[in-house]
């Protein structure tokens, strides 16, 4: 129940944005909430004076009603400049006459509108001349409206005032809770997306080097404390300068992609990959020894010489890959030095011809 109104919160919200992680989100969502808030509460107030037989309050409130209407429309699409505009005028024209009819005209708070002419003129561009007048002259109507209406037999009873007063408190508390509670969320699941995108590899979608390297630290780390075997291998694709010199660079990118794709298919659940940068990448596989880690990167390295990597000309590029091994062994005491040793498997791997598995086991 309270994910089904969190969903339906967050859709009502988000209708409109495309991009989901846009910086001015957080700004968009506010606005679109408070004119949800601003449209509940001038329905409750449409239903409260038809009750009351107040039809001109009645009429005013659906007028505040249609313009909560059109604002939330306009930032859903996507003319949020006007949504902006437009909450304030008529927030402001909507406290306005409340307090006219709560308080009366003798409470001088119409004398704001003074400010808020001031602030239009001395604030708003030229290039802003619509708005700038729009607000001036609808605050000096507003401001003369109260000046000289007098509406003595309109004012609401003390029994009603004190419901506005609670209704108010509370409509305003929850307002604004929520609105904390809705930056403060979105700054989260921003910050979220933020760190998935400071660790992936945009290319291969792979772990980037930086956080396998992370990634490697934790793993050595739990496989010291708990006694267990563990394999770093390095994987690095043959005469890659050749491909992208043979069929372009683009070409390149997608044998990259593919074969990235293609080793994270045929590791293990519990193995670690990620690219250490160029055509290099690294598999961690934790509690496993090197005859069962020589397994499983003997079968990428088959996977991948089986792989048919077609460019959009449709010319098969042929791919293969090397690979160097290093386990954990009593005389290792940082997880760089398996992963030279690894490196040097490679060069070993690279020497020998190419194509080929090696494991440094006696080190
Ligand atoms: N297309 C593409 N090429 C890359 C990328 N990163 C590195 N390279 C290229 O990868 C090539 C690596 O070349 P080398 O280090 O000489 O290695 P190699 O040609 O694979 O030779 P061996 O490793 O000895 O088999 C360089 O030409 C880099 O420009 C990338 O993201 N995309």
Not at 19 to 30: A, C, I, S
Not at 102 to 130: C, E, K, M, T
Not at 161 to 168: A, D, K, S, Y
Not at 171 to 193: A, D, P, T
Request: glycine share 6%; net charge negative.
């Amino acid at each position: 129940m309270f994910s089904l109104t969190k969903k339906t919160i967050d859709k009502l919200l988000n209708s409109g944005f495309a991009d989901e992680f846009d910086n001015d989100l957080n700004q968009k969502h506010v606005v679109v909430f408070s004119y949800l808030v601003f449209a509940i509460s001038c329905f409750s107030m449409l239903v409260f004076f038809f009750l009351r037989q107040m039809p001109f309050m009645g009429i005013f409130s659906l007028g505040c009603l249609i313009s909560a209407l059109i604002g939330f429309r306009s930032n859903c699409l996507g003319d949020f400049g006007r949504a902006q505009l437009l909450i304030p005028i008529a927030k402001i024209i909507q406290i306005t006459i409340l307090s006219l009819f709560y308080f009366g005209a003798s409470s001088s708070f119409h004398w704001v509108f003074v400010n808020v002419i001031l602030y239009a003129v001395v604030v708003f561009r030229v290039d802003q001349a619509f708005s700038k007048y729009l607000i001036v002259v609808s605050s000096t109507v507003l401001f003369f409206v109260c000046e000289f209406l007098t509406l003595k037999d309109l004012y609401l009873t003390a029994e009603d005032q004190g419901f506005v007063e609670i209704i108010t408190f509370f409509s305003v508390s929850f307002y604004f809770s929520v609105v904390v509670n809705l930056v403060m969320s979105r700054l989260k699941s921003v910050n979220r997306h933020l760190r998935t995108l400071a660790e992936k590899d945009e290319l291969t979608g792979l772990s980037n080097r930086r956080k396998v390297l992370a990634d490697a630290v934790n793993i050595f780390a739990d496989s010291v404390i708990n006694r267990e075997s563990c394999v770093f291998a390095i994987v690095d694709l043959d005469h890659f300068k050749k491909i992208n010199d043979t069929y372009g660079h683009e070409a390149g990118d997608l044998v990259l992609a593919q074969v990235a794709n293609m080793m994270c298919s045929v590791i293990r659940p519990q193995d670690e990959i990620g690219r250490y940068g160029g055509e290099e990448f690294i598999v961690i596989m934790r509690d496993t020894n090197l005859k069962q880690a020589e397994g499983v990167v003997e079968r990428i390295r088959q996977s991948v010489e089986d792989m048919l990597i077609e460019t959009e000309q449709g010319i098969i590029i042929p791919v293969t890959i090397s690979a160097g091994l290093a386990s954990i062994t009593s005389s290792v005491s940082r997880y760089e030095e398996i992963l030279a040793q690894a490196d040097k498997g490679l060069y070993i791997a690279k020497r020998n011809g190419r194509n080929r598995v090696f494991v440094q086991s006696d080190y």
